[in-house]
């Protein structure tokens, strides 16, 4: 069973960058399929991308298609979450997950990390 990690949040302006961490331990981030949500306060929570378990490649939200990539380092056992050009809007907790799923679609995930708390003011 997997443990994550996420790290990296903050307070920033919009258009700002911030990049989001996601550690593991007790598996490899390669046995999984690897994903990033987000839960803003009153709202349910949203699927933000996720890497394919096999080839590593990710898959995005309309919402942040464009501005958000998501990535994997095998040897680091993490995966990232570059966010650009960030709104207001995109004010929430952030969470990582894993997935026995190769492809997992946003209902398909068994692992969570805590979340870490991103901020953009206007």
């Known amino acids: 069973q997997v443990q994550l990690v996420e790290s990296g949040g903050g307070l920033v302006q919009a258009g700002d960058s911030l990049r989001l961490s996601c550690a593991a331990s007790g598996r490899t981030v390669s046995s999984y399929g690897m994903g990033w949500f987000r839960q803003a306060p009153g709202k349910e929570r949203e699927f933000v991308a996720a890497i394919r378990r096999t080839t590593g490649t990710p898959y995005y939200a309309d919402s942040v298609k464009g501005r958000f990539t998501a990535s994997r380092d095998n040897a680091k056992n993490t995966v990232y979450l570059q966010m650009n050009s960030l709104k207001p809007d995109d004010t929430a907790v952030y969470y990582c997950?894993?997935?026995?799923?190769?492809?997992?679609?946003?209902?398909?995930?068994?692992?969570w990390g805590q979340g870490t708390q991103v901020t953009v003011s206007s």
């Open positions: 997950a894993a997935s026995v799923y190769p492809v997992p679609t946003s209902d398909d995930f068994q692992f």
